[in-house]
């Protein structure tokens, strides 16, 4: 079990996380365990081998951000929590399944501590296991019965398989900007945060007003979380990230602490030789060094608090409820992690 | 435009289907039409890279065996034809992502005439491609606003995979049985079949009695489907067929000529030379040979005859109206077809 993690971004232990406690999540512990329930349930006709890698995967840890949003924006919105158990396995399915393909498309070795598919498995394999998963989260989310959620779903994973596209034909490094940036983060992470936030108006149906809110506090929470994942790959340390750290910059990923030291006057050489082409270890070592060194990395972060801050502000419509609370530290907690 | 194949098999030109034109087609011509545009449509946000491949995929021509079954079911079953329309669109993209998968796993280079997509394309491109084809799949199933069918959709999607993993997982073409063949095909290409045959009558909904039948008639025909395909696999030559003849022996594959043809009693050292590793082409060219002027040709395809007969009898219960004539027509098709 791991310790608590605080704002302040004090951590002390690794990620081996097998049960979920954040403060955020104690309000939802129950119901996140039927979620963990569902996730490690391995269906008739699976064939064991994905059981084996599936169990691997969840055991990999992971926040499980997507399914304590969907159940706090359910109780939040007073929809039904068995949907919400359900569409929180979907999302949290879904993300896995994206992340089992990524790592094939990066070529990374290691994600959460834990080898990636692909260290041991052939392309195929790692291929045909991401696509079971997207089946497996596209049949759980039609078991919550609500074709509103399973549309929005389908159509979240168009943006995102969209925006791995758009990165992949044209992540030329040098003419990433900071709209495109803004772009690929949307695509990445934060649209599938907002329709997790939103999940709980979309079980009730009928509440506009709430969708909007919520939608406007998942995009928030989406991009200050990943703006600090980001940030992260150049702070971090490896044990705790659980992935080499500059793994972005090494796969000429350009980021938004990357854009900002470009824009500042510290000496950028380092940084213009890896962007140029040069991934040799030592001088991806330095660039790494040189980004993280530099104010870049505070000025990303005020970024992300600045999204954070507008996440918190699109709460303020709902009633003072213990939901509404744990959504407020969930936004708290996604720009003071340190993980 | 091609010319017309007839039923007993004769055809004089190579696929360059532009317009679909069989027997059993003509009665849902205009919407199939409907069909096309929806599938060569280019929603916003769409990379022009995936709009060139996905023009290219579907210039390739195909059959369009799946929207023409589901269109044929909803007029049998009076279904709402607009929503049959989304719903063809939705199976073809299905069976379209499942194939650029397929062909960057099993490394093939022609399909239908066409160069495949890894053939210019990088793996990485490939299984984004794939994954976005999934992606918009389910999002036009969703767009049909029919829950039940979208849940058919994603539970084909999971046996689809499961078939696939299990394949490769367990494909060692020394331990294939019959009885594992029977089951490979059915995932890989009767189930979805059997759900575009039901479609009709899972969007009217509330007549259980019509769906069995009709699953039983989608389960014939796909499987009839499936056998001609790996007999033709031997029997056809490569411009009518549009890609290299002996492809499944080539990949270790062994489909029910090869099982049959082991059953008999010719002579088998080339063909047990193959399944044992040796794949120069000159050993597979005479393996191929071997099964294709052996009797195990004959007897597979009295096989699939068989399940084209059952597929026949499973509409007795229907009144004879032209829909259940054309849909007794494709079950004729599905046997008697040279490409």
């Known amino acids: 079990m791991p310790q608590q993690k605080t704002h302040n971004g004090s951590s002390s232990c690794a990620i081996e996380t097998a049960l979920i406690d954040y403060p955020f999540s104690r309000l939802v512990s129950d119901d996140l365990a ?5 996730l490690r349930d391995h269906p008739a006709g699976q064939h064991e081998a994905v059981s084996r890698a599936m169990d691997r995967l969840l055991g990999g840890g992971g926040k499980r951000i997507r399914p304590t949003l969907i159940l706090l924006s359910a109780h939040l919105c007073g929809a039904n929590i068995s949907q919400a158990v359900i569409a929180g396995a979907a999302a949290e399915m879904l993300h896995i399944a994206t992340l089992v393909h990524d790592d094939l498309i990066d070529g ?17 394999a790692t291929v045909l296991t991401g696509d079971y998963l997207f089946a497996r989260s596209a049949h759980l989310v039609t078991e919550t019965g609500c074709i509103g959620l399973v549309e929005r779903f389908a159509e979240t994973l168009v943006v ?4 791995e596209i758009r990165q992949m034909f044209d992540g030329n490094s040098s003419q990433t900007t900071v709209e495109r940036y803004r772009q690929r983060i949307q695509a990445k992470t934060a649209r599938l945060i907002a329709l997790s936030a939103q999940a709980g108006a979309i079980l009730v149906g009928g509440h506009d007003e709430w969708e909007t809110a919520l939608h406007s506090y998942g995009e928030g929470v989406g991009t200050a979380f990943q703006i600090v994942d980001d940030v992260l790959d150049f702070v971090a340390d490896e044990e705790t990230l659980g992935k080499p750290v500059g793994s972005d910059l090494r796969q000429g990923l350009v980021t938004l602490p990357v854009l900002l030291f470009l824009e500042s006057e510290h000496d950028q050489d380092t940084v213009r030789q890896v962007l140029e082409g040069d991934r040799s270890e030592e001088t991806v070592k330095r660039a790494v060094q040189a980004v993280a060194e530099s104010k870049a990395v505070d000025e990303a972060l005020a970024v992300a608090r600045h999204h954070a801050e507008e996440a918190r502000a699109a709460l303020n419509s709902f009633p003072d409820t213990r939901y509404r609370a744990a959504l407020l530290d969930l936004a708290d907690f996604a720009i003071g992690r340190r993980f």
Chains 1, 2 share one sequence.
């Open 34 to 38: 039927r979620v963990e329930t569902l």
């Open 108 to 124: 990374s070795l290691m994600r959460r501590g834990v080898e990636t598919l692909q260290v041991n498995w052939t392309p195929a």
């Open 160 to 163: 995102i398989c969209n925006g």
